[in-house]
């Protein structure tokens, strides 16, 4: 039976809130598993969770150097959206979205995704036509898009200057329904709830400092609460791939780590409905069920394993705010933080086998991180239990970099602050 | 952040737009393609970082500034610059009277 | 009834103000909170999640409770604290989050659900019965949550930006940073002085002690004093973030003045002086009206003249508590009780309390407060360090005021952005700074020196030694005396004063509502870690930031985890260290100015003559110039129409124009293009591509040899920038023997392009000295010269597929070059035409653009391979026959033609006629549409899965987004003229 119900929470709150138990165990690791996921965050407790939901594979340990959720999933704007144009994109993001549309069910565990729209908007009929290309690409991989005149634009999102005095007028926008947003914190809980339920072992505290290698295959890894071996080992580190796999021995890797930073407003009753992205400056706004806006812009576009950014972004991206929505104004920015991306190369993701055996990796999430952890998890448990990539991953390699075959949405190459 | 550059002195992050990685040489052309610089060399350079956690040598343009090309020594941890010198054929300058810096 | 003003009080200037529409008095200096305290007002807004009575819980930026919405229409700002509120004639206040009114709020039935409204309990239900339901229960959700109101009108206001230098800036103006302040400016150092309160002084403040030094201080030429003003954020390289209030003081600003002013300040040095924030003790129902810390009470007895209550009591585990009752005792202010945890209390400490005749309860704690909506007493208990409060011993003690400290919290928020992790110090029950990661020093209470007369010592020290830093030899002044007084120095570590079973919700965490209880549940079900605590709970993340209640919430989960409070860990603090408005930190860019307009010499001309403009990045340019009520549509036919048959002229100044020099610019060139520059002859221009290092197309354009070691390159409207940085790259990093130079010369040139079978009849005619014949100036020649005497360039080259010119003149001769040469075209019925007419032109020849340069084409794909070179190096040319680079498979360019009438649109897909799959397959998509007044139909670009092999196949150019299929038959690109013959004539 559920845990978690409107039924459960009555009884317990007559017996004071005394009898909840822990949300997940907190085990000692063992000697050893079928599979290690490195990496306590979304993707990595998703990935657990989907191996022994779909796999029947249980005997797992997910392993976090922190605390569970501490990375991207606790720290970004929690944007969920499949508004790609690139087929390889479209059917993975799509995927996403369908599992986020039963993820609540499915965990028990309410990850509260409210779909109330992401609207993109155009300051030029050629930025309309692009995402017109864009929309009716969507529609043909049979996701929903809409295309909005400026009139539809106002009645969407109240408070838009639609003026032409403006510095980008409104053309018009590109609105996927489905889209919207899911409590980070909670995606993050409900997987590592889920996963637990199925046997899982959720391991904090526990960094990995190096691959036990033998024949050539990865057998296990050494970590600050000692040697855990196993069949197979996933690396779900994010910003931090390249410092986890050069442990594994790894150097060609097509990523660099960048600081993005978001920020929230005061909480606020109801104001922005949808997600409202600005095209003309690299804007994204949306209004959390708490009533606090949730805003952030562009990398800050250098190098960085900090999670602090710098202040000509923090005033850019409130610049974009205001010029989009005038009447934020006299609203107040009360949180800033900054996560680590792990940029890739054309700014799309890699689920793949690793080049040594035994080793799998997922990474490259960029901007879209979040918003994929389902089907991340979904894809790369597939792989691990199969040895090989799902359809849904299987153009998300290491290797298409080399061989010319780039999934670039946005046109930038190898330029991964640009993407 | 402020970046040293040694034509202009201490600037604004804003000034600069970030050119990656300074420590990738660019294959000789020459050798390629057939001979010489291989197919992965050509990936390296293009697609392929070291993206350390720390000590990390990288190119900056001071675009809004003097228009050189900097390798800047950045900790990607602390954001501390080390140090900053111009590349190419401007690496000997005359720099531009400094005034007192942070 | 609580609070009044006191008959001692120094009366200002009245000042009438409304609260939820009643009209109030208060007096000049006073704050929103002394004022209705004054007026006896106790209830100021209700919590977040159960809607509680709240009232004014302290005298600054760390209140919770009394959040109002100040002013209204397009000047309304919602969750602002009473506290920091400086009140002016004709204020408006209206309390938050109640329904219909403060007094009555209907949501206050879910104290009742209290239980089921425990931590994370969303998170447990609403997902039934269907996928859809949280959709239904969220609706509600939504507008139950949130606080005040926002408004949908532009804020009026303007908000200004100050970038600033100094040697030493100091935050917080109180007997520390004064000090400090005061010495590095003695020594010589340039000394920017902030404080977010509008009189500096900190608690000396109004004391000659303060006042004589800040009035030399200000006299100082080096010394920059900036009062109301927050210093928010700390970055790197001692870049701090700070906003001046300017004139929230008042009704509205006056002419010309912002109502904020952002501060960016670069300093050598930082003295971080920015105090402390008392924090209170939990114990039941501890979010009554009435219940304050204790030093917020002292100050509206100090500051404003108003009495918290009439009959107050403390409760403490401190000496510094007794300051407060000094200071009311002194006002004549009645103190009933002094709870006091401790059993042994400081001398000074114990005379104020036999002075003040309140009766001493050492060795008890309050447990509960007691009362309706307001506060009539409390019950107190005996309390043992060990034990913990007695479950029965009780007494009531009346009160309508309770008055409470549980120490000082050092404000650590600058410390702890530029620095390590906190230090605990026991004795102090608090953290302090950590190591300092940037040139700062803490000194004065935020360093746990609480003392006033060590403050000041340890501020000038931090004053000495920042100007030190900075090269300026040590001039301390003389430290002014300060009076004795009682000092939080060893609180007693009480944190929760409640029994085990005692009664009444005790909160941790007051606007969120977050409760002792909640910490314990968050621990039961693992939520153990600092920012698990943080997360679950919501501790700490409402407007104040949790500055009373962060490490409360964490001393409970230590008792929970039986561990010692450092062991659980701190939070790490990110900016802002309060809220900060959007408005300034935007910033004068915001609307108009988001971005720089980039307009060319011509652009006065084309406003005058009525063209539609259109954004092409940061550049203006015209897109149609409509005549009568023509559709674009019609105009850019009209245009085009008249290029093809007489002459027409665009601007085209917004390609990007690089100056290329140098021995071997050449060299540098056929590296640069993907085809052969070393051959180009002087006097002539040739089209190049580059492409990007992964062998992918990325710009093109048409370079000018000028003379042997000269060339004029130009690059794309969008990628001038780029391109040029991208030139300085190679020349610096890649081939630093090259002896080239390059510079951007866009916005030195004006650029016009004259095309059409007259267009060298009409350049003929103003043109003083080149041979404008076909042999003297041939097809893609480039002459100098001069019209009108201006000196030009010539360059005989062709977009439009048209006999053509580009004629290129110094920026400031444009507009005179350009009516010059219109005057000229008359007899031909010369026209200027606008983007899209230039569009139709490149699209009937199958000249690639923009939307085909997408940054995943190659240059085979737009059917551009011969310009690739097989026998040299160029930049691409390692990676450009890579197998994803060579599939057959690739989308292509090619034509299409409408062939059923219907209007092709960008953005649409290809689809086979016959598939029948629901949704078809995409086998491409449409990237350039126009009407052809040549070809008389819809011609359209676009790229098709292996298209130039599908020549002569009928497919569907769909629309899904509109629900519009249009057929068309795939053609050759080049519609019109493929062989070229008319820009040859």
Request: hydrophobic residues 40%; aromatic residues 8%; neutral net charge.
């Amino acid at each position: 039976m559920a845990r978690y119900s409107v039924f459960s929470l009555l009884s317990n709150a007559l017996t004071g809130n005394r009898k909840w138990e822990r949300v997940w165990r907190a085990p000692e690791p063992k000697p050893a598993y079928d599979v290690i996921i490195i990496g306590g965050g979304g993707h990595g407790l998703a990935t657990a969770y989907y191996l022994a939901k779909n796999h029947g594979i249980t005997n797992v340990a997910v392993l976090e150097k922190g605390w569970l959720g501490g990375g991207n999933i606790g720290r970004n704007t929690t944007i969920v959206r499949s508004n790609y144009m690139l087929p390889a994109n479209a059917h993975f993001y799509e995927h996403a979205m369908k599992l986020w549309e039963g993820l609540s069910q499915d965990l028990n565990y309410n990850v509260m995704f409210s779909q109330r729209g992401v609207l993109n908007l155009a300051h030029t009929p050629s930025q309309l036509d692009g995402y017109a290309r864009r929309g009716n690409a969507m529609r043909l991989h049979g996701i929903d898009a809409e295309l909005l005149d400026r009139d539809q634009v106002a009645k969407y999102a109240p408070g838009i200057d639609l003026s032409q005095s403006t510095r980008f007028p409104v053309v018009g926008g590109l609105l996927q329904p489905r889209g919207g947003t899911a409590r980070h914190d909670a995606v993050a809980w409900g997987f590592a709830y889920g996963a637990d339920r199925q046997g899982v072992d959720l391991i904090e505290n526990c960094e990995v400092t190096g691959f036990i290698r033998e024949g050539g295959a990865i057998t296990g890894v050494e970590t600050s609460r000692g040697t855990i071996r196993a069949g197979k080992v996933g690396v779900a580190v994010a910003g931090n791939t390249s410092v986890v796999l050069q442990k594994a021995g790894l150097s060609n890797i097509p990523i660099e780590s960048h600081v993005l930073q978001a920020f929230v407003t005061e909480a606020l009753k109801p104001l922005v409905d949808g997600v409202v992205t600005f095209g003309a400056g690299h804007l994204y706004i949306s209004q959390s069920d708490k009533g606090s806006l949730v805003y952030g812009g562009d990398l800050d576009g250098y190098n960085s394993y900090a999670q602090r950014g710098n202040l000509p972004l923090v005033k850019h991206v409130a610049a974009a705010a205001v010029t989009l929505f005038p009447n934020l104004a006299r609203l107040r920015m009360l949180r800033s933080w900054g996560g680590i991306m792990d940029m890739s190369m054309d700014g799309s993701p890699i689920i793949c086998k690793g080049p040594v055996p035994g080793l799998y990796i997922n990474a490259g999430w960029c901007y879209g991180g979040f918003k994929a952890t389902p089907a991340s998890g979904w894809c790369f448990a597939s792989t691990i239990a199969n040895d090989a990539p799902h359809a849904l991953n299987a153009a998300f390699t290491l290797e298409r970099f080399c061989q010319g075959r780039p999934i670039d949405e946005r046109g930038a190459g190898p330029r991964p602050e640009l993407h | 952040m402020l970046i040293p550059c040694p034509h202009c002195g201490p600037r604004d992050l804003g000034e600069f737009t970030y050119g990656g990685d300074a420590t990738r040489d660019r294959p000789d052309p020459h050798s390629s393609p057939g001979g010489g610089a291989s197919a992965e060399d050509w990936c390296g350079y293009v697609f392929y970082r070291d993206n350390p956690r720390g000590r990390h040598v990288e190119y900056w343009h001071h675009g809004q500034g003097c228009r050189l090309w900097l390798k800047v020594v950045r900790d990607t941890v602390t954001h501390k610059i080390e140090g900053a010198e111009i590349v190419g054929p401007w690496a000997d300058a005359e720099p531009k009277k400094q005034r007192g810096a942070a | 009834m609580s609070g009044y003003r006191l008959e001692s009080a120094r009366i200002g200037d009245t000042v009438n103000f409304t609260f939820d529409g009643k009209r109030y008095q208060g007096v000049a200096g006073d704050t929103l909170a002394s004022a209705l305290l004054a007026n006896g007002v106790d209830l100021f807004g209700r919590s977040f999640k159960y809607h509680r009575p709240r009232g004014l819980f302290s005298a600054g930026v760390e209140e919770p409770s009394a959040l109002v919405t100040l002013g209204c229409g397009a000047r309304a700002e919602p969750n602002t604290r009473a506290t920091v509120v400086e009140l002016f004639e004709g204020l408006e206040a209206t309390s938050q989050n109640r329904w219909p009114s403060l007094a009555l709020d209907v949501m206050a039935v879910n104290g009742l659900a209290g239980p089921i409204l425990s931590a994370g309990f969303y998170y447990k239900t609403f997902m039934g019965p269907t996928r859809k339901a949280w959709k239904f229960y969220e609706h509600f959700i939504r507008k139950a949550a949130g606080l005040g109101k926002a408004s949908f009108l532009p804020d009026p206001d303007r908000y200004e930006e100050m970038n600033a230098f100094c040697d030493v800036l100091v935050v917080g103006a109180g007997p520390a940073g004064m000090m400090a302040a005061m010495t590095a400016a003695n020594s010589g150092a340039r000394v920017i002085l902030a404080d977010e309160q509008s009189t500096l002084g900190g608690n000396l403040r109004d004391s000659a002690v303060a006042t004589n030094p800040l009035a030399k201080l200000s006299a100082t030429d080096e010394v920059t004093l900036l009062p109301r003003t927050t210093v928010y954020g700390y970055y790197d390289d001692n870049t701090l973030g700070a906003v001046e209030r300017v004139a929230d003081h008042l009704p509205a600003p006056v002419k010309g003045q912002p109502r904020e002013r952002h501060w960016t300040i670069r300093a050598r040095q930082v003295v971080i002086a920015t105090g402390a924030i008392e924090r209170p003790i939990v114990f039941g129902d501890n979010d009554k009206p009435g219940v304050m810390l204790a030093d917020a009470g002292r100050l509206y007895v100090e500051r404003h003249g108003v009495a918290p209550g009439r009959q107050v009591a403390l409760f403490t585990n401190n000496d510094g508590a007794y300051r407060s009752v000094a200071a009311l005792s002194a006002a004549g202010v009645a103190i009933t009780a002094i709870v006091e945890a401790r059993q042994e209390i400081g001398d000074q400490a114990r005379r104020i309390a036999a002075a003040s005749g309140a009766e001493l309860l050492t060795g008890h704690v309050v447990t509960r407060a007691l009362g309706g909506q307001s506060l009539s007493g409390i019950a107190v208990a005996t309390f043992d360090p060990k034990q913990g409060a007695s479950e029965s011993a009780h007494r009531h003690v009346a009160a309508d005021c309770l008055l409470v400290s549980g120490g000082w919290t050092p404000t650590l928020h600058l410390a702890s952005q530029a620095g390590g992790p906190a230090r605990w110090d026991d004795t102090l029950t608090a953290f302090l700074p950590g190591e300092a990661l940037q040139p700062w020093r803490a000194a004065g209470a935020c360093n746990g020196t609480f003392a006033t007369a060590t403050a000041l010592d340890q501020g000038a020290a931090a004053g000495a030694a920042a100007a030190a830093a900075c090269g300026f030899a040590s001039n301390a002044p003389d430290l002014p005396q300060a009076d004795d007084e009682p000092v939080a120095e060893a609180p007693l570590p009480v944190w929760d004063a409640r029994p085990k079973h005692g009664k009444g919700k005790a909160f941790v965490d007051l606007q969120h509502d977050v409760t002792a209880a909640d910490v314990s549940l968050a621990h039961r079900e693992g939520f153990r870690s600092v920012e698990h605590l943080k997360r679950y709970t919501t501790l700490g993340m409402a407007t104040d930031q949790g500055k009373t209640s962060n490490v409360i919430g964490l001393a409970l989960m230590a008792r929970e985890r039986q561990l010692s409070i450092p062991e659980v860990g701190t939070t790490r603090f990110r900016p802002p260290y309060t809220p900060v408005s959007l408005g300034a930190l935007a910033g004068q860019a915001r609307g108009a100015n988001f971005r720089p307009t980039r307009r060319t010499a011509l652009h006065d001309w084309h406003e005058a003559k009525g063209a539609e403009m259109q954004a092409a990045g940061l550049w203006m340019r015209p897109r149609i110039y409509p005549q009568g009520g023509e559709t674009v549509e019609q105009a850019y036919v009209r245009e085009a129409r008249q290029v093809r048959q007489s002459v027409g002229m665009v601007d085209v100044s917004t390609l990007g124009k690089i100056d290329v020099q140098g021995p071997d610019a050449a060299e540098f060139l056929n590296r640069v293009y993907s085809n052969g520059f070393l051959k180009l002859p002087e006097g002539k221009a040739r089209y190049g591509l580059m492409l990007r290092e992964d062998g992918f197309l990325w710009d093109d354009g048409t370079t000018w040899r000028l003379s042997e070691a000269r060339f004029l390159m130009t690059t794309t409207t969008a990628n001038a920038a780029p391109v040029l940085s991208q030139l300085e790259f190679l020349l610096a990093a890649v081939w630093p023997e090259l002896k080239v130079a390059v510079t951007s010369v866009t916005e030195q040139w004006a650029g016009m392009a004259v095309s059409g079978p007259k267009s060298r009849d009409v350049i003929a005619a103003v043109v003083d000295d080149i041979d404008m014949s076909n042999e003297a100036l041939p097809f893609m020649g480039v002459r100098a010269g001069h019209i009108g005497g201006v000196p030009v360039l010539v360059a005989r080259l062709s977009f439009s597929g048209e006999l053509a010119y580009e004629v290129y003149c110094g920026a400031h001769h444009g507009a005179a070059v350009w009516t010059r040469l219109l005057e000229a075209g008359e007899p031909f019925g010369m026209i200027p035409y606008g983007v899209e007419a230039l569009g139709t032109l490149r699209i009937e020849k199958g000249h690639v653009a923009g939307p085909e340069l997408d940054g995943r084409t190659t240059a085979e794909d737009l059917g551009l391979a011969a310009m690739v070179s097989t026998r040299k190096h160029f930049i691409g040319s390692a990676m450009v026959q890579r197998e994803g680079l060579t599939d057959p498979q690739r989308l292509k360019l090619v034509g299409f033609v409408s062939t059923d009438g219907g209007k092709i649109r960008p953005g649409a897909h290809l689809v086979a006629a016959n598939d029948t799959a629901s949704p078809p397959r995409s086998l491409g998509h449409i990237t350039s549409v126009t009407y052809s007044p040549a070809l008389e139909k819809y011609i359209a670009l676009g790229l098709l899965e292996d298209g130039p092999s599908r020549l002569g196949a009928k497919l569907v150019a769909t629309y899904p987004l509109k629900n519009i299929d249009v057929a068309v038959e795939v053609v050759s690109p080049h519609f019109f003229d493929p062989e070229g013959s008319r820009m040859h004539a």
